[in-house]
């Protein structure tokens, strides 16, 4: 997070499960985004593994992905809902000023 700040990277972060069918069904396309759109900073988050830190986004559904600016929410998605994934990153992406792309 202190890296994307530093460096003004929109952060994704996925909040997942390794149980979690849903996760499993969108975690290859979310790999594809991340490779498609390296101005972006791509994190998964196993709620398992870090429960404490999970509990303080309050998260409640897994997947569950957020959408930060600076280290503020700017957009949050529950659900593995694919089309809505990708259009919400490119909504992100679109609204990156040119010069930082």
């Given at each position: 997070?202190?890296?994307?700040?530093?460096?003004?990277k929109?952060?994704?972060?996925?909040?997942?499960?390794?149980?979690?069918?849903?996760?499993?069904?969108?975690?290859?396309?979310y790999?594809e985004?991340?490779?498609?759109?390296?101005?972006?900073?791509?994190?998964?988050?196993?709620?398992?593994?870090?429960?404490?830190?999970?509990?303080?986004?309050?998260?409640?559904?897994?997947?569950?992905?957020?959408?930060?600016?600076?280290?503020?929410?700017?957009?949050?998605?529950?659900?593995?809902?694919?089309?809505e994934?990708?259009?919400?990153?490119?909504?992100?992406?679109?609204?990156?000023?040119?010069?930082?792309?």
């Amino acid at each position: 997070m202190e890296e994307a700040k530093r460096d003004g990277k929109i952060v994704i972060a996925n909040f997942s499960a390794t149980w979690c069918g849903p996760c499993k069904m969108i975690a290859p396309l979310y790999r594809e985004l991340s490779e498609q759109y390296p101005s972006l900073m791509f994190l998964v988050v196993d709620v398992d593994e870090l429960t404490d830190f999970s509990t303080s986004w309050d998260i409640k559904a897994t997947p569950t992905f957020f959408f930060l600016r600076d280290g503020q929410q700017i957009d949050k998605l529950v659900g593995a809902n694919k089309p809505e994934l990708q259009k919400k990153i490119v909504a992100v992406v679109d609204s990156i000023p040119v010069s930082e792309k």
